[in-house]
């Protein structure tokens, strides 16, 4: 992935944001549950009310708390506390209060003002171990002298005066033991009894609760929205940063690969090229618009989850422990399994891609050959290769799955039981238990995540290691560093001086020792046995190879100082066979000159013989091209192959082997038009045919890569044996003459 990394310089932005906007979600995500456990715990269980110290106490209840306070913690208390006293507030404040607290009108009542946070805090926990005091010392009382039934004021009178009659160890005792209690169990305690004390004060408890569970609520419901807000900014940062790379990687990859010579197509191959381009890109995307989410979003939440967990319960952190190894040990077991599978996944893509675009593209001969059987068990083998390497791994992930869901099971139930325990011995709370179930399994799930990028980082780091090798490997023809250019009036001369060349690897040359001049407003024709060079010494020519010794000139300069996009816009090169690309007939002719009128379009056409179907058609110029020029016949792509190179007008024509397709009389009509569009230009024929060359001006014959034979037709069938063979096998005498 190192060697993309430019790629993703520019999405920088995106990718710092989705990191920023993970974090806010996991934030929330990790209090959602805390939030939860709120509404069961203070919500449901404790109505509404969380305060150990009451906001307002009456004097007999302040009296009776205070006498299961230790010395400081009396001292604490009083401190906190002051009279609600009618002179010392308004009239609406007194009426706002007496409505709140209706019992404090007619009754001495105390209210809750801490100086400062500490004070405050050491109230709530003086008032949590007096709560619990009590609650120790009341235990062993009578129903009606404990105030279990009601609390209210004469209950808690009758208490003032059995604990005034009580020995102080017995209430020492109580002190001593609530001291020694965790701080939660206190809490609990104490709410209750402040419930009691907001009762006998006639306070509308059940507006309390309400009133906490939709305030709670409301903060559930606003995260829950924030939660989606970041989770469709994370999915649009994360989408611009994978698509926006992986549109630059097709792009690069595109204009790379166009520059290619054979060399370098038959280093990768078109299938692997295709495939390299497409899947392996859409490889790598995943990585950067799910794989980069998974690894920054996974951590956050799994340390979040095991803080938040341990803060809930930090006696069960072993259950946490006993998940994380078991859930490392599954994920461990099947990648080791799955991934030497996933390594070679693209190679089979590959595979399955070149099967399939051979049979395509040779549909025609394996059915002329009968071969359909055949290349079916090819494309089979090919296609089971890939499916079974798909289903092992696909299996192995599937078979994961469910034993992931056993293990988040089996940890929920292993919490529930022994949460319960601790419920019952009151060492934690029912909400407490869920919101550990809850960060459990956001823990659990950060460990599934992070297993799903161990599949992803593998994948695309062999993608990414595909794509640089696209990337990195650059055409063996390039323009020079120090370039050349053409007179503004290019003339078209065409020189050869003493040209080898060998192919990428081969030990002999395929041409030696090639000299000639292809003059403006002459014919150069080319003929030879079959792989004597001819198609290789054109493609010499646009600089499709370079030679390997020697040069080539063009009006005097060496074709290798030239840019080679000046070089090819002096050049009208029409291949072998005719290839159309998908449009119509105007379109594939205005890729000679994407500027040229229909007059100028039409005219061209008319050279190459084209307008002979062009003019039957309902559509005419403006009729379909489908893929590759399949709707028409090879003649047909022929001639309007040749029709486009006309339209751009260049100073040099290239026929390689181009009429071999038509027709003799079509073949030649189109040589006799040929002459009006091609007479100030140097023109050179590849030819198989004497019939389609020997009016030429300069027929220069190749066997083995060498030339044996150059002069005109007359000339060579005097002096050139090899020449004079192939006239007499294709023509007769009365021809030849």
Same mark, same amino acid.
């Given at each position: 992935?190192?060697?993309?990394?430019?790629?993703?310089?520019?999405?920088?932005?995106? /990718?710092?944001?989705?990191?920023?906007?993970?974090?806010?979600?996991?934030?929330?995500?990790?209090?959602?549950?805390?939030?939860?456990?709120?509404?069961?715990?203070?919500?449901?269980?404790?109505?509404?009310?969380?305060?150990?110290?009451?906001?307002?106490?009456?004097?007999?209840?302040?009296?009776?708390?205070?006498?299961?306070?230790?010395?400081?913690?009396?001292?604490?208390? @009083?401190?906190?506390?002051?009279?609600?006293?009618?002179?010392?507030?308004?009239?609406?404040?007194?009426?706002?209060?007496?409505?709140?607290?209706?019992?404090?009108?007619?009754?001495?009542?105390?209210?809750?003002?801490?100086?400062?946070?500490?004070?405050?805090?050491?109230?709530?926990?003086?008032?949590?171990?007096?709560?619990?005091?009590?609650?120790?010392?009341?235990?062993?009382?009578?129903?009606?002298?404990?105030? %279990?039934?009601?609390?209210?004021? #004469?209950?808690?009178?009758?208490?003032?005066?059995?604990?005034?009659?009580?020995?102080?160890?017995?209430?020492?005792? /109580?002190?001593?033991?609530?001291?020694?209690?965790?701080?939660?169990?206190?809490?609990?305690?104490?709410?209750?009894?402040?419930?009691?004390?907001?009762?006998?004060?006639?306070?509308?408890?059940?507006?309390?609760?309400?009133?906490?569970?939709?305030? &709670?609520?409301?903060?559930?419901? *606003?995260?829950?929205?924030?939660?989606?807000?970041?989770?469709?900014? &994370?999915?649009?940062?994360?989408? %611009?940063?994978?698509?926006?790379?992986?549109?630059?990687?097709?792009?690069?990859?595109?204009?790379?690969?166009?520059?290619?010579?054979?060399? $370098?197509?038959?280093?990768?191959?078109?299938?692997?090229?295709?495939?390299?381009?497409?899947?392996?890109?859409?490889?790598?995307?995943? *990585?950067?618009?799910?794989?980069?989410?998974?690894?920054?979003?996974?951590?956050?939440?799994?340390?979040?989850?095991?803080?938040?967990?341990?803060?809930?319960?930090?006696?069960?952190?072993?259950?946490?422990?006993?998940?994380?190894?078991?859930?490392?040990?599954?994920?461990?077991?099947?990648?080791?399994?799955?991934?030497?599978?996933?390594?070679?996944?693209?190679?089979?893509?590959?595979?399955?891609?070149?099967?399939?675009? $051979?049979?395509?593209?040779?549909?025609?001969?394996?059915?002329?050959?009968?071969?359909?059987?055949?290349?079916?068990?090819?494309?089979?083998?090919?296609?089971?290769?890939?499916?079974?390497?798909?289903?092992?791994?696909?299996?192995?992930?599937?078979?994961?799955?469910?034993?992931?869901?056993?293990?988040?099971?089996?940890?929920?139930?292993?919490?529930?039981?022994?949460?319960?325990?601790?419920?019952?011995?009151?060492?934690?709370?029912?909400?407490?238990?869920?919101?550990?179930?809850?960060?459990?399994?956001?823990?659990?799930?950060?460990?599934?995540?992070?297993?799903?990028?161990?599949?992803? &980082?593998?994948? /695309?780091?062999?993608?990414?290691?595909?794509?640089?090798?696209?990337?990195?490997?650059?055409?063996?023809?390039?323009?020079?560093?120090?370039?050349?250019?053409?007179?503004?009036?290019?003339?078209?001369?065409? @020189?050869?001086?003493?040209?080898?060349?060998?192919?990428?690897?081969?030990?002999?040359?395929? *041409?030696?020792?090639?000299?000639?001049?292809?003059?403006?407003?002459?014919?150069?024709?080319?003929?030879?046995?079959?792989?004597?060079?001819?198609?290789?010494?054109?493609? *010499?020519?646009?600089?499709?190879?370079?030679?390997?010794?020697?040069?080539?000139?063009?009006?005097?300069?060496?074709?290798?100082?030239?840019?080679?996009?000046?070089?090819? /816009?002096?050049?009208?090169?029409?291949?072998?066979?005719?290839?159309?690309?998908?449009?119509?007939?105007?379109?594939?002719?205005?890729?000679?000159? @994407?500027?040229?009128?229909?007059?100028?379009?039409?005219?061209?056409? $008319?050279?190459?013989?084209?307008? $002979?179907?062009?003019?039957?058609?309902?559509?005419?110029?403006?009729?379909?091209?489908?893929?590759?020029?399949?709707?028409?016949?090879?003649?047909?792509?022929?001639?309007?192959?040749?029709?486009?190179?006309?339209?751009?007008?260049?100073?040099?024509?290239?026929?390689?082997?181009?009429?071999?397709?038509?027709?003799?009389?079509?073949?030649?009509?189109?040589?006799?038009?040929?002459?009006?569009?091609?007479?100030?230009?140097?023109?050179?024929?590849?030819?198989?045919?004497?019939?389609?060359?020997?009016?030429?001006?300069?027929?220069?014959?190749?066997?083995?890569?060498?030339?044996?034979?150059?002069?005109?037709?007359?000339?060579?069938?005097?002096?050139?044996?090899?020449?004079?063979?192939?006239?007499?096998?294709?023509?007769?005498? #009365?021809?030849?003459?």
């Amino acid at each position: 992935m190192t060697k993309l990394k430019k790629y993703v310089k520019p999405y920088l932005g995106f /990718a710092l944001a989705m990191v920023i906007l993970l974090f806010c979600q996991s934030v929330v995500d990790l209090n959602l549950p805390k939030l939860m456990s709120d509404i069961v715990n203070v919500g449901i269980q404790q109505g509404g009310i969380n305060e150990a110290a009451p906001e307002v106490i009456s004097a007999p209840a302040l009296e009776l708390m205070e006498r299961f306070m230790s010395t400081d913690d009396r001292a604490a208390a @009083e401190s906190c506390y002051v009279k609600a006293d009618k002179a010392d507030m308004d009239e609406d404040a007194w009426e706002s209060f007496t409505r709140r607290w209706p019992a404090a009108a007619e009754s001495e009542t105390f209210k809750f003002e801490p100086t400062d946070n500490d004070a405050e805090a050491q109230t709530e926990l003086a008032f949590s171990r007096a709560a619990y005091a009590l609650m120790e010392f009341s235990k062993n009382l009578p129903a009606e002298s404990s105030g %279990k039934n009601a609390m209210n004021e #004469e209950s808690i009178l009758k208490l003032l005066a059995v604990v005034d009659s009580m020995p102080q160890e017995k209430i020492d005792e /109580a002190v001593n033991t609530a001291a020694s209690m965790p701080e939660s169990v206190l809490n609990q305690t104490a709410v209750i009894l402040t419930k009691g004390f907001y009762t006998q004060l006639g306070a509308d408890t059940g507006a309390m609760q309400t009133s906490y569970i939709l305030k &709670v609520g409301g903060k559930m419901l *606003l995260m829950t929205l924030l939660l989606a807000c970041f989770a469709i900014g &994370v999915g649009f940062c994360s989408s %611009k940063l994978g698509t926006g790379v992986a549109r630059d990687l097709r792009r690069d990859i595109f204009a790379n690969v166009s520059g290619f010579t054979n060399n $370098e197509y038959d280093k990768f191959g078109t299938a692997s090229l295709i495939t390299r381009s497409t899947n392996d890109i859409m490889q790598v995307r995943g *990585l950067l618009s799910m794989g980069l989410r998974t690894m920054f979003y996974a951590p956050i939440i799994g340390i979040g989850g095991t803080i938040m967990a341990l803060s809930k319960s930090p006696s069960m952190a072993w259950i946490i422990a006993l998940a994380g190894i078991l859930i490392f040990g599954i994920i461990f077991v099947m990648f080791t399994v799955a991934m030497p599978k996933f390594k070679i996944m693209q190679k089979l893509v590959d595979k399955l891609n070149l099967v399939s675009r $051979e049979n395509l593209s040779g549909m025609m001969v394996i059915r002329a050959f009968a071969n359909q059987e055949f290349e079916e068990e090819r494309f089979d083998k090919a296609n089971k290769a890939l499916a079974d390497n798909n289903l092992f791994v696909y299996r192995a992930m599937a078979t994961m799955m469910p034993v992931m869901m056993f293990v988040m099971n089996a940890v929920s139930l292993l919490i529930v039981w022994v949460g319960g325990h601790q419920i019952a011995e009151a060492t934690m709370q029912v909400g407490d238990m869920m919101a550990f179930i809850q960060y459990t399994m956001q823990i659990i799930m950060s460990f599934l995540m992070i297993s799903m990028v161990f599949v992803m &980082v593998p994948r /695309a780091a062999v993608s990414a290691n595909r794509i640089a090798e696209v990337l990195e490997c650059h055409s063996s023809v390039e323009d020079a560093e120090e370039t050349e250019h053409l007179p503004e009036d290019v003339k078209g001369v065409i @020189e050869f001086k003493d040209v080898s060349f060998h192919y990428e690897g081969a030990g002999e040359n395929v *041409l030696e020792h090639i000299s000639f001049t292809a003059r403006p407003g002459e014919t150069t024709a080319f003929i030879g046995s079959t792989g004597s060079g001819k198609s290789t010494l054109v493609n *010499l020519i646009p600089r499709f190879y370079d030679v390997s010794s020697g040069s080539i000139c063009l009006d005097g300069v060496d074709i290798r100082k030239l840019p080679q996009k000046e070089l090819r /816009a002096n050049i009208g090169y029409v291949p072998q066979s005719g290839v159309l690309f998908s449009g119509d007939i105007r379109s594939n002719l205005r890729y000679g000159d @994407e500027n040229a009128d229909d007059e100028s379009l039409y005219k061209a056409a $008319e050279v190459a013989q084209a307008t $002979e179907f062009i003019d039957k058609l309902p559509d005419g110029l403006s009729t379909a091209i489908s893929q590759g020029g399949t709707n028409v016949s090879g003649g047909q792509r022929q001639r309007l192959s040749i029709a486009r190179a006309l339209v751009k007008k260049a100073p040099v024509y290239i026929f390689d082997d181009t009429f071999s397709a038509l027709d003799f009389k079509t073949d030649a009509k189109l040589r006799q038009a040929l002459k009006s569009c091609t007479e100030n230009a140097a023109t050179l024929i590849v030819a198989q045919r004497v019939s389609t060359i020997m009016h030429a001006q300069q027929i220069i014959v190749l066997d083995e890569g060498r030339i044996v034979g150059i002069g005109t037709h007359k000339e060579l069938l005097e002096n050139c044996k090899e020449y004079r063979e192939i006239a007499e096998s294709q023509l007769s005498k #009365e021809e030849l003459a």
